[in-house]
């Protein structure tokens, strides 16, 4: 059974620096996109980056240029750099396999990130 789990989740200041990760275990991620989204207190899960199988990546436009998605096939692991900070940012980040061709989707428990003004 497929397996995401987030780490790197924080208190920081508005314009502080994160690094979230992301550790899949029971399927590689080597061959499949990946995924972070967000949830903030009383609003829907939203879509925040993404990157495929060959690194190109695509962001949602409040976090262009502040957010940075990368992978490690080797250690199986997903990244997000987040940068610059802003309390609009605070949210449960959730990391994400999407479901491609015959292969489950798989979501991790979250990393809380809460951004301080």
């Known amino acids: 059974q497929g397996q995401l789990v987030e780490s790197g989740g924080g208190l920081v200041r508005t314009g502080g620096s994160l690094t979230l990760s992301c550790a899949a275990a029971g399927f590689s991620i080597k061959f499949r996109p990946m995924a972070w989204y967000r949830q903030a207190p009383g609003k829907s899960r939203e879509f925040v980056a993404y990157?495929?199988?060959?690194?190109?990546?695509t962001y949602q436009d409040s976090v262009k240029g502040r957010f940075t998605i990368s992978r490690d096939n080797a250690e199986m692991k997903i990244y997000l750099q987040v940068r610059n900070l802003r309390p609009e940012d605070t949210a449960l980040y959730y990391c994400?396999?999407?479901?491609?061709?015959?292969?489950?989707?798989?979501w991790g428990q979250g990393t809380q990130v809460t951004v301080s003004s």
């Open positions: 994400n396999a999407p479901k491609v061709g015959g292969m489950d989707e798989h």
């Open positions: 990157i495929n199988s060959g690194d190109l990546s």
